[in-house]
């Protein structure tokens, strides 16, 4: 709906007939767009909101041309100077003339004009207006040029003028037009824009007729063959000619009403910045089936969303909000809550060799990245290096509930369904999250345990963000510490790569099943940075790892961000020790190692099976199974899997079943059960509580 400037003075004047002030015109003026800024109050992205109209922000007098208001007052009102709102002379010129002619001529000087447009009554009808009119918008143009300037009635004018279609005002006339600010038009430009004035809706070539007779009056060199290329020109511009906008995701989120002006958490230069790199990112992967990407940087503090690229520009879809599944970057949060736990040690041993675990859809059999095994390493390059059957043997300690959970305390809303429904694949990833979840959770990390959310509106002056313990203190920061450390990555990523940054800093990449996600997060000690790279069709990448798709992305923004101060490692905090460790056999280098404090041991000694505890690995104790609605009962099997089991059987609600030395393949009953390993003389020796559901039990 069009903005009737009158129509809101009404309620401000103080006589049904009052004439407005400049101040309340201006005041009421409301560009069609609302204008998003940045944190430092920097216009970053407009958005359009009235439909009906395209205006801009108001433009002051001297911020336009001079050749415009030349070309206007040429066109339109010579004695602008002279007389009092209304020309006499003129109008007397053209009472006579219309008597003899078949098309009226007008007289309206520019006053009368904005007398019009300030109130709709005034204006032209269908058969032109009464005497009654007449006599109202002489009133009206004497009253203005009594209260008003007459720099103030020109400023007012140009900016609430229709020149052609939906461009009101000389903001939008200028930049749709000509594609620049009012303050750059030239004289050929403005014979143009002075010439769509009294038909906006004229043809080329009458505007272009119209021009050249303005510009011969003005004596401008240019010449009628230019004017008319000029007028085809800018009068066939395609659409609103605009750059790239850097934040559209940010401005639908935030931008509400027309004219308003909303700041942001955004940094306006840093938007522009990791836009750029993630274009050219894309760019670069062209030839490998990538074309989408999004980036997020959160400050670690106060949880304020810096940058917030949803794609790459010219695109609706919100890559930062859209779920996507999340490959190794859910291994951090794993490890974390083992060592929590105290079911592990960053120096503890793991054994990547192949394995198959039952679950409702059938065997479950993680590879890593390389399809290759390891054989026994630590924990810390377990998480470094990302190996996969690790970390699947980490759920199987901690509990898959016990995880799922973990991961909703993060924030992580997009996991709505129960734990099952993902299995021991969730160790891997195999839950979707989206970009901004994702990223906030690492900042938990990067704080030491404590989650909050994170923001597009700044804090109010001295709040607090809000914050709540999710995570233990001491096992974040040795997550982080081993996220940090280049070595222990170097198993799978080599020494150099985009990940090993010249300064401190935490980081994770991830790949989903069959290549259709690529993902970098990672923290330095002020700022959290996360990167998606893929196809939003979900069409599978060709060829490209988290070190290659996201991670120059990643590192590039990094160090925009620490151009200026590099980043610090965190302090370890209280309960947390380092010490010298050594391996028994040398299957790692002799390195000092954090643990928290009560776990540490100078000496890793690899105990083979025999010499082990006696425990059930599988299925964990209160863990829950369930049938796979699309695998006939008969071939359903869960294989119990024991560490020590030399001289035990197992036992399943009282009956023995076979040697607990091999995993036992028992085709599953529904209810609840008690696995037991006995000895020879059928005592006890560990057990594991487990629930069977139906198929379609809830």
């Not at 009012?182 to 272009?208: N, T």
């Not at 091999?662 to 005592?683: E, Q, Y």
Request: charged share 20%; with cysteine.
């Amino acid at each position: 709906m069009k903005l009737t400037i009158f129509a809101m003075l009404a309620l401000v004047s103080a006589a049904a007939h009052a004439v407005p002030s400049f101040d309340q015109v201006r005041a009421a003026y409301r560009s069609s767009d609302a204008e998003l800024l940045d944190r430092h109050g920097e216009a970053i992205q407009s958005l359009r909101i009235d439909m009906a109209v395209r205006r801009l922000p108001w433009v002051a007098l001297n911020d336009i041309s001079p050749a415009l208001p030349a070309a206007v007052l040429q066109a339109e009102d010579q004695r602008f100077y002279e007389h009092h709102g209304v020309d006499w002379s003129a109008a007397a010129t053209a009472a006579w003339d219309n008597l003899f002619r078949t098309r009226p001529r007008g007289a309206s000087t520019i006053t009368m004009q904005l007398a019009a447009l300030l109130d709709p009554a005034l204006g032209s009808a269908g058969k032109g207006r009464n005497w009654e009119q007449k006599w109202d918008q002489v009133k009206a143009a004497r009253e203005l040029d009594a209260g008003w300037t007459k720099r103030q009635v020109m400023e007012a004018y140009l900016n609430l003028v229709s020149y052609r279609g939906e461009l009101q005002g000389v903001g939008a006339a200028a930049r749709n037009m000509f594609g620049k600010a009012p303050s750059g038009l030239d004289l050929s430009e403005s014979v143009i824009l002075a010439s769509l004035l009294r038909g906006p809706g004229a043809a080329p070539k009458v505007v272009s007729q119209r021009a050249c007779g303005l510009a011969v009056e003005l004596r401008l060199p240019s010449t009628c063959s230019e004017i008319q290329l000029r007028v085809i020109v800018a009068m066939g511009r395609p659409q609103w000619a605009a750059n790239l906008p850097p934040a559209p995701q940010v401005a639908q989120q935030l931008l509400t009403r027309s004219g308003q002006a909303v700041r942001s958490t955004l940094d306006a230069g840093l938007q522009r910045h990791a836009q750029a790199v993630l274009r050219q990112q894309l760019t670069a992967l062209n030839g490998r089936n990538v074309n989408d990407g999004a980036v997020v940087v959160l400050d670690n503090a106060s949880g304020e969303i810096l940058a917030y690229v949803g794609n790459a520009g010219g695109g609706e879809v919100d890559g930062v909000a859209a779920l996507r599944q999340a490959g190794s970057t859910l291994k951090p949060f794993l490890y974390e809550l083992a060592l929590e736990r105290r079911q592990i040690t960053a120096a503890s041993l793991m054994d990547d060799s192949a394995i198959e675990v039952s679950t409702p859809s059938g065997l479950y059999a993680p590879q890593n990245y390389d399809k290759g095994y390891k054989g026994y390493v630590s924990v810390r390059t377990s998480l470094a290096s990302s190996l996969n059957v690790p970390a699947v043997r980490t759920l199987m300690m901690t509990g898959l509930e016990r995880f799922h959970e973990r991961l909703r305390d993060l924030g992580l809303g997009s996991l709505t369904q129960p734990a099952e429904y993902y299995g021991y694949s969730l160790a891997l990833g195999s839950a979707e999250v989206s970009l901004l979840e994702l990223s906030n959770a690492y900042r938990a990390l990067a704080n030491g345990g404590t989650a909050g959310p994170a923001t597009l509106v700044p804090r109010a002056a001295g709040a607090a963000a809000t914050a709540r313990r999710v995570l233990d203190a001491r096992a974040s920061f040795i997550v982080g510490d081993i996220l940090a450390d280049r070595a222990a990555r170097s198993l799978t990523f080599g020494l150099k790569n985009e990940l090993a940054t010249t300064f401190w800093a935490a980081v994770k990449t991830g790949t989903s099943k069959d290549m259709r996600d690529n993902w970098c997060v990672g923290y330095s000690d002020r700022y959290t940075v996360g990167v998606w790279v893929g196809n939003f069709d979900g069409q599978p990448m060709w060829d490209v790892s988290g070190v290659s798709g996201a991670a120059p992305v990643w590192r590039d923004v990094m160090d925009y961000l620490h151009r200026g101060q590099a980043s610090r490692a965190p302090k370890p905090p209280s309960g947390v020790v380092r010490r010298q460790i050594a391996y028994q056999p040398e299957l790692e280098s002799a390195r000092g190692e954090w643990f928290l404090a009560g776990t540490e041991s100078p000496v890793i000694a690899l105990v083979r099976d025999e010499h082990r505890a006696p425990k059930i690995l599988y299925p964990g104790d209160a863990s829950i199974l369930a049938f796979d609605p699309d695998m006939p009962d008969a071939i359903q099997r869960v294989f119990f899997l024991a560490q020590g089991g030399q001289g035990l059987r197992w036992q399943l609600d009282g009956e023995a079943l076979a040697q607990a030395t091999i995993d036992f393949a028992w085709r599953p009953t529904p209810g609840r059960h008690l696995l037991t390993l006995i000895d020879a003389n059928a005592k006890p020796v560990a057990t594991a509580r487990f629930q069977v559901r139906g198929a379609g039990a809830e």
